[in-house]
């Protein structure tokens, strides 16, 4: 048998074939039980059964599961929750019941999760266990070889597989149990191979595995178990891993007797210090203000642990019982508490364990108000409040109720950092936020150079001119480095579209025109992932070797960021040319992204009941384990190729109207998914409490953590969970409305989650200063939380967490290098800066955007600019400045000692937006009482937004506000 036929060599029962790599090969295996099973249709062509049959084995194809499951007699069911659940309270836990599980006398897994245990195992030992053999051409080949040699892969295991439990992330063991069904043969102890998976870094990813010691054997000869300890030597009795997040049980059936049928074992796995406690919790709801008449039906579900059972509030008389764990609840006449209580068994959190964890229990509730999961670890550590569905938990028989928490928690004046950003006043010029973020981590000093005027953007190009110098000088020397400068990462596509974007919005089209090129000769290699093909996808991956990322390019691929960037480009230019002697390129593109999310595991039974079904496939993420295939699947990557498709459509709209309808409706659906999955990460994601003492929503990055961060799984950069995360799934052409209150809560929680280093003591600054000049990113390119904040216009949000990750990694020559320059602020003045033009993509991105900004059917004019800009006799001037309708122009002149602000607009030509709005942000917040366009009265004003909103006007406008 060889190494690696432990997953596929089979015998059918029923009287079929003999089949087995010796035998025929993979193709003729694949043939034979697909025609068995009715998986090739009858009257298809020699070549297209050949296409399918190579499409099967990428896939992993179910019949070669189902064969297998065919190849057992006896079935035997998953541990099952114990009837009687009081008789756990002090038992050690099993984890096996959280776990997906893999059987081979199953024809059809229970989990479809579970097929991503034989696809695992065939990755290992088709390509990581054959590295260490590779020739080696380049030096990045002998250093990544060498890492492999360095591993130490044991051969492939000799059987085939039997059992495999998958967690979702590693668990510590003390033991683990092999049990087998009454009524089947128990394979020889020596017949049976038992392999642990310590794994840091993903299911996918490259990680050595390991055999444990020979087992205890029950006297009946039914149960092994395996110790996790180091049977000899100076190790004896240590722990032989910390965590693995698999186990495998292989059955070599050419040690065992021949004819009989070996049932499957059920696997058991029990940490160390592990036991199960009771906790009884009252949930109550219905308490806020406005939200006594809810009807609040719902059910309630454990995740690692058990909820034993579930009843009404005493005194709430309109919930009733309809199931074990069902209820309906409506007001009732008394108006007393309303809610449950529940009687819940849960192991407790480990010590030194991350905060939260998938292995923590988690309780969720599905109502019709909303859904959350909240920790029983954090209830035992005091009440839950979740204002953002009115949700409270307690453990019962406290005295205090929702409401009175509620106060209590109040009159404590507790805030969030947003809360204090939106009190706190706004930096008042460009010096202020350099004096308060950048000088209080440089060397004691340092101080800021004198200005040194930079040259103004070519005619050409977008041009803004502030009464604050340093803010114009800003603008120009980022437009600058975006059209003329060199840096960063333009051959990455994770990295390249947002310089690229930003190089369009300010109105460099020619240097956009020039790296959209390099992109558009892209040969669509297949990156680090697990992609069905790379044909079309906009990829070079010129690192790729043996389906690894060796270094950077293969390891950073978003072919939906770069087409999201070249549909942008004729958005913003309105060039047909362009579009029209490329279009066959980008359509490619577009092509490659629906059918990686159509065709990726098409053949896994159920396949839409995975919790991940038609979204793209796993697949890096950036610099993680260079050369490890850490692949997670990361809800960006379907954002960003959501929003390249939708772009794409649009921009198709001007030359195939039926072809662009065609792309929407994938859009669409596509959109239709990913919101399911969005929606489903987000109902089982922990609550997180921030500053102000209560918890907030959130929402995941990645599936299959149940909430929890990556970076708390696995260690990783900032940028996964905090700076960017989720958070694109709520920008332009996204699926959530960036209004939507969950993500609101959720920029609490990240917040508090961004870089907080101040130099000046914290005791010497009040709570609010402490928080409003920090919040920094790790990698500002990746920056979402401040165009986030904009989308939702909360504008002194943006403009703090914007000014002061501009101040962070600014240097004096106006660039924006990598890495970490929050604690220098030397160099020439008078010099040309030198970027990460990604992080310069960003800020001018964000600048451009305060400036000008569509969102929706709207263009928006000074949407954000700092109150300071329009003191008395400031000016905001922007020529230029491409949009989605053409080129706008205005300027807007301060006069408020007279109560005056005026403006003078040039409105787009090339096509009309649906409403121009135009802020005037008031130094003194001062509402406005009355408004004129063109010297005529304008009643469509709005005092409390600052806003006058404008449609049907052309050329130039004049408009005049009035305090």
Request: aromatic share 10%; charged share 25%.
């Given at each position: 048998?060889?190494?690696?036929?432990?997953?596929?060599?089979?015998?059918?029962?029923?009287?079929?074939?003999?089949?087995g790599p010796?035998?025929?090969?993979m193709s003729d295996?694949l043939r034979?039980?697909?025609?068995?099973?009715?998986?090739v249709?009858?009257?298809?062509?020699e070549?297209?059964k050949?296409?399918?049959?190579?499409a099967?084995?990428?896939?992993?194809?179910?019949?070669?599961?189902?064969?297998?499951g065919l190849?057992?007699g006896?079935?035997a069911?998953?541990p099952?929750?114990?009837?009687?659940?009081?008789?756990?309270?002090?038992?050690?836990v099993?984890?096996s019941?959280?776990?997906y599980?893999?059987?081979?006398d199953?024809?059809?897994?229970?989990?479809?999760?579970?097929?991503?245990?034989p696809r695992?195992?065939?990755r290992?030992?088709?390509?990581?266990?054959?590295?260490?053999?590779?020739?080696?051409?380049t030096?990045?080949?002998?250093?990544r070889?060498?890492e492999?040699k360095?591993?130490?892969?044991?051969?492939a295991?000799?059987?085939?597989?039997?059992?495999?439990?998958l967690?979702?992330?590693?668990?510590?063991?003390?033991?683990?149990?092999?049990?087998w069904?009454?009524?089947?043969?128990?394979?020889p102890?020596?017949?049976?191979?038992?392999?642990?998976?310590?794994?840091?870094?993903?299911?996918?990813a490259?990680v050595?595995?390991?055999v444990?010691?020979?087992?205890?054997v029950?006297?009946?000869g039914?149960?092994?178990?395996y110790?996790?300890?180091?049977?000899?030597?100076?190790?004896?009795?240590?722990s032989i891993?910390?965590?693995?997040?698999?186990?495998?049980?292989?059955?070599?059936?050419?040690?065992?007797?021949?004819g009989?049928?070996?049932?499957?074992?059920?696997?058991?796995?029990?940490?160390?210090?592990?036991?199960?406690?009771?906790l009884d919790?009252?949930?109550?709801?219905?308490?806020q203000?406005?939200?006594?008449?809810a009807?609040?039906?719902?059910?309630?579900?454990?995740y690692?642990?058990?909820?034993?059972?579930?009843?009404p509030?005493?005194?709430?008389?309109?919930?009733?019982?309809?199931?074990a764990?069902?209820?309906?609840?409506a007001?009732?006449?008394?108006?007393?508490?309303?809610?449950?209580?529940?009687s819940l068994?849960?192991?407790?959190?480990?010590?030194?364990?991350?905060?939260?964890?998938p292995m923590d229990?988690?309780?969720t509730?599905?109502?019709k108000?909303?859904n959350?999961?909240?920790?029983?670890?954090d209830?035992?550590s005091?009440?839950?409040?979740?204002?953002?569905?009115?949700?409270?938990v307690?453990?019962?028989?406290g005295e205090?109720?929702?409401?009175?928490?509620?106060?209590?928690?109040?009159?404590?004046?507790?805030?969030?950092?947003p809360?204090?950003?939106?009190?706190?006043?706004?930096?008042?010029?460009?010096?202020e936020?350099?004096r308060?973020?950048?000088?209080?981590?440089c060397?004691?000093?340092?101080?800021?150079?004198?200005?040194?005027?930079?040259?103004?953007p070519?005619?050409?190009a977008?041009?803004?001119?502030?009464?604050?110098?340093?803010?114009?000088?800003?603008?120009?020397?980022?437009?600058w480095?975006?059209?003329?400068?060199?840096?960063?990462?333009?051959?990455?596509?994770?990295?390249?579209?947002?310089?690229?974007?930003?190089?369009?919005?300010?109105?460099?089209?020619?240097t956009?025109?020039?790296?959209l090129?390099?992109?558009?000769?892209?040969?669509?290699?297949?990156p680090?992932?697990?992609?069905?093909?790379?044909?079309?996808?906009?990829?070079?991956?010129?690192?790729?070797k043996y389906d690894?990322?060796?270094?950077?390019?293969?390891?950073?691929?978003?072919?939906?960021?770069?087409?999201?960037?070249?549909?942008?480009?004729?958005?913003?230019?309105?060039?047909?040319?362009?579009?029209?002697?490329?279009r066959t390129?980008?359509?490619?593109?577009?092509?490659?992204?629906?059918r990686?999310?159509q065709?990726y595991?098409?053949?896994?039974?159920?396949?839409?009941?995975?919790?991940?079904?038609?979204?793209?496939p796993?697949?890096?993420?950036?610099?993680?384990?260079?050369?490890?295939?850490?692949?997670?699947?990361?809800?960006?990557?379907?954002?960003?190729s959501?929003q390249?498709?939708?772009?794409?459509a649009?921009?198709?709209?001007?030359?195939?109207?039926?072809?662009?309808?065609?792309?929407?409706?994938?859009?669409?659906?596509?959109a239709?998914?990913?919101l399911?999955?969005?929606?489903?990460?987000?109902?089982?994601?922990?609550?997180?409490?921030?500053?102000?003492?209560?918890?907030r929503?959130?929402?995941?990055?990645s599936?299959?953590a149940?909430?929890?961060?990556?970076?708390?799984?696995f260690?990783?950069?900032?940028?996964?969970?905090i700076?960017m995360?989720a958070l694109?799934?709520?920008?332009?052409?996204?699926?959530?409305?960036?209004a939507?209150?969950?993500i609101?809560?959720?920029?609490?929680?990240?917040?508090?989650?961004?870089?907080?280093?101040?130099?000046?003591?914290?005791?010497?600054l009040?709570?609010s200063?402490?928080?409003?000049?920090?919040?920094?990113a790790?990698l500002?390119?990746?920056?979402?939380?401040?165009?986030?904040?904009?989308?939702?216009?909360?504008?002194?949000?943006?403009?703090?967490?914007?000014?002061?990750?501009?101040?962070?990694?600014?240097?004096?020559?106006g660039g924006?290098?990598?890495?970490?320059?929050?604690?220098?602020?030397t160099?020439?003045?008078?010099?040309?800066?030198?970027?990460d033009?990604?992080?310069?993509g960003w800020?001018v991105?964000?600048?451009r955007?305060?400036?000008?900004?569509?969102?929706?059917?709207?263009?928006?004019?000074?949407?954000?600019t700092?109150?300071?800009?329009?003191?008395?006799?400031k000016?905001?001037?922007?020529?230029?400045?491409?949009?989605?309708?053409?080129?706008?122009?205005?300027?807007?002149v301060?006069?408020?000692?007279n109560?005056?602000?005026?403006?003078?607009?040039?409105?787009?030509?090339?096509k009309?937006p649906?409403?121009?709005?135009?802020?005037?942000?008031h130094?003194?917040?001062?509402?406005?009482?009355?408004?004129?366009?063109?010297g005529?009265?304008?009643?469509n004003f709005?005092?409390?937004?600052e806003?006058?909103?404008?449609?049907?006007?052309?050329?130039?406008?004049?408009?005049?506000?009035m305090?």
């Amino acid at each position: 048998m060889s190494a690696s036929s432990h997953w596929v060599s089979v015998r059918l029962s029923c009287g079929g074939p003999k089949l087995g790599p010796d035998a025929v090969t993979m193709s003729d295996l694949l043939r034979t039980i697909s025609e068995q099973m009715g998986v090739v249709a009858k009257g298809f062509g020699e070549r297209r059964k050949v296409e399918r049959m190579n499409a099967i084995a990428k896939t992993m194809s179910v019949a070669v599961l189902v064969a297998l499951g065919l190849a057992l007699g006896v079935h035997a069911a998953e541990p099952a929750a114990p009837t009687d659940l009081d008789k756990l309270v002090g038992q050690q836990v099993d984890l096996s019941p959280w776990a997906y599980a893999w059987r081979a006398d199953r024809e059809v897994q229970e989990q479809p999760e579970a097929y991503f245990i034989p696809r695992r195992l065939k990755r290992l030992d088709e390509v990581y266990r054959t590295i260490a053999s590779r020739p080696t051409e380049t030096d990045q080949d002998k250093k990544r070889v060498a890492e492999y040699k360095g591993m130490d892969f044991l051969p492939a295991p000799k059987g085939r597989l039997l059992s495999a439990l998958l967690w979702l992330a590693p668990v510590p063991a003390q033991r683990i149990e092999l049990r087998w069904p009454e009524g089947s043969a128990v394979p020889p102890v020596d017949a049976i191979e038992v392999r642990f998976y310590p794994s840091k870094q993903g299911w996918f990813a490259a990680v050595r595995d390991d055999v444990l010691p020979a087992p205890a054997v029950s006297e009946d000869g039914r149960t092994l178990t395996y110790l996790n300890q180091q049977p000899e030597g100076s190790r004896k009795g240590k722990s032989i891993f910390e965590g693995t997040d698999m186990v495998a049980v292989f059955f070599d059936p050419d040690k065992a007797a021949a004819g009989a049928k070996y049932g499957c074992p059920t696997i058991h796995l029990f940490p160390p210090n592990r036991k199960w406690i009771a906790l009884d919790v009252e949930i109550e709801w219905g308490f806020q203000e406005g939200a006594e008449q809810a009807v609040f039906d719902g059910r309630i579900e454990a995740y690692g642990g058990y909820v034993k059972s579930v009843k009404p509030l005493p005194e709430d008389k309109g919930t009733t019982m309809t199931g074990a764990d069902v209820w309906k609840s409506a007001p009732a006449a008394g108006g007393g508490r309303r809610g449950i209580v529940v009687s819940l068994l849960h192991p407790g959190r480990y010590a030194g364990r991350p905060r939260i964890s998938p292995m923590d229990t988690r309780i969720t509730l599905w109502t019709k108000a909303g859904n959350l999961t909240f920790l029983p670890d954090d209830v035992n550590s005091g009440p839950v409040l979740i204002p953002g569905l009115g949700v409270f938990v307690a453990k019962s028989g406290g005295e205090t109720t929702a409401r009175q928490f509620a106060a209590e928690l109040a009159a404590k004046k507790l805030k969030t950092i947003p809360q204090m950003t939106r009190e706190h006043p706004e930096a008042a010029s460009w010096e202020e936020v350099i004096r308060n973020v950048k000088l209080p981590h440089c060397p004691p000093g340092t101080v800021i150079p004198p200005l040194v005027p930079f040259d103004e953007p070519p005619a050409t190009a977008m041009q803004v001119a502030l009464s604050d110098e340093r803010w114009t000088d800003a603008w120009r020397r980022a437009s600058w480095d975006l059209g003329r400068g060199k840096g960063g990462y333009g051959y990455l596509a994770l990295e390249a579209a947002v310089p690229i974007r930003a190089t369009d919005l300010s109105g460099n089209h020619e240097t956009a025109t020039q790296r959209l090129e390099h992109w558009l000769k892209a040969p669509g290699v297949k990156p680090d992932g697990d992609f069905v093909d790379g044909d079309g996808g906009l990829e070079y991956a010129t690192t790729m070797k043996y389906d690894i990322g060796w270094y950077h390019d293969g390891t950073h691929p978003q072919t939906g960021r770069i087409l999201f960037a070249m549909a942008e480009h004729y958005l913003l230019t309105g060039d047909k040319q362009w579009f029209e002697k490329n279009r066959t390129r980008i359509q490619a593109a577009a092509d490659w992204i629906l059918r990686q999310r159509q065709l990726y595991l098409q053949d896994i039974p159920h396949r839409q009941n995975l919790a991940v079904a038609r979204l793209q496939p796993p697949q890096v993420l950036g610099d993680m384990g260079l050369g490890k295939c850490v692949w997670r699947w990361y809800l960006i990557h379907d954002a960003f190729s959501l929003q390249g498709l939708r772009r794409f459509a649009d921009a198709l709209e001007d030359f195939d109207p039926g072809a662009a309808r065609r792309y929407r409706v994938e859009a669409d659906a596509y959109a239709k998914d990913l919101l399911g999955a969005v929606e489903r990460e987000m109902a089982i994601a922990p609550v997180r409490q921030v500053l102000d003492g209560t918890y907030r929503r959130v929402i995941p990055a990645s599936p299959y953590a149940r909430g929890s961060m990556v970076r708390e799984v696995f260690g990783t950069y900032s940028l996964v969970d905090i700076e960017m995360g989720a958070l694109p799934l709520a920008d332009a052409f996204g699926i959530l409305d960036a209004a939507d209150p969950r993500i609101g809560e959720h920029l609490d929680v990240i917040e508090e989650l961004l870089r907080h280093e101040r130099k000046t003591a914290p005791q010497a600054l009040g709570a609010s200063q402490e928080h409003f000049w920090t919040g920094f990113a790790g990698l500002v390119k990746y920056m979402y939380v401040d165009k986030t904040h904009l989308r939702r216009d909360d504008v002194p949000c943006f403009l703090r967490n914007w000014m002061n990750n501009y101040a962070a990694w600014v240097t004096v020559e106006g660039g924006f290098p990598e890495p970490d320059s929050l604690k220098r602020y030397t160099g020439n003045p008078a010099g040309k800066p030198s970027s990460d033009l990604g992080s310069t993509g960003w800020f001018v991105e964000s600048f451009r955007n305060l400036l000008v900004m569509e969102q929706d059917d709207a263009l928006w004019l000074a949407r954000a600019t700092p109150r300071a800009w329009l003191e008395q006799g400031k000016k905001i001037t922007v020529k230029n400045a491409p949009t989605y309708y053409g080129t706008v122009a205005y300027e807007i002149v301060s006069d408020v000692d007279n109560g005056k602000i005026n403006a003078t607009i040039e409105m787009p030509s090339r096509k009309a937006p649906k409403e121009v709005v135009l802020r005037f942000r008031h130094p003194t917040s001062a509402p406005i009482k009355g408004v004129t366009v063109n010297g005529k009265e304008w009643k469509n004003f709005n005092p409390e937004k600052e806003t006058i909103t404008l449609h049907g006007f052309t050329g130039a406008v004049t408009v005049t506000a009035m305090y």
